[in-house]
């Protein structure tokens, strides 16, 4: 059974599905790095970084046909982790709604 997470990109509807390994130790530190070269060379453009987030997943697997998915926002998928990127940096929360907001590898509630 997979550890289920959703990844968004604030401002826009559709959530990046990723079925297992969806721990924060394994995609905080893949989002924090992936945002933080982004933001060197495009600073904050919601529509191509969830474009480019998409392209960069396969470096954390290499599963060429299983493992990811694109779920509009409106549809309920049931994950053990949300993550978000913002203009501001990466939060994430376990379902409870509460965000826990990360920088520099470390978490503040």
Not at 63 to 91: C, E, H, M, N, R
Request: charged share 20%; with cysteine.
């Amino acid at each position: 059974m997979g550890t289920h997470a959703l990844i968004s990109v604030e401002g826009i509807p559709i959530n990046l599905y990723k079925h297992s390994d969806g721990y924060p130790s394994e995609i905080i530190p893949w989002l924090l790095s992936f945002r933080e070269r982004f933001m060197d060379n495009r600073c904050w453009d919601d529509s191509y970084m969830l474009a480019q987030l998409v392209r960069n997943s396969v470096t954390i697997d290499n599963a060429p046909f299983t493992g990811w998915g694109l779920y509009s926002s409106s549809v309920d998928i049931a994950s053990d982790y949300y993550y978000q990127l913002t203009p501001t940096g990466v939060k994430y929360h376990t379902g409870d709604g509460l965000w826990k907001y990360v920088h520099n590898w470390r978490i503040y509630k």
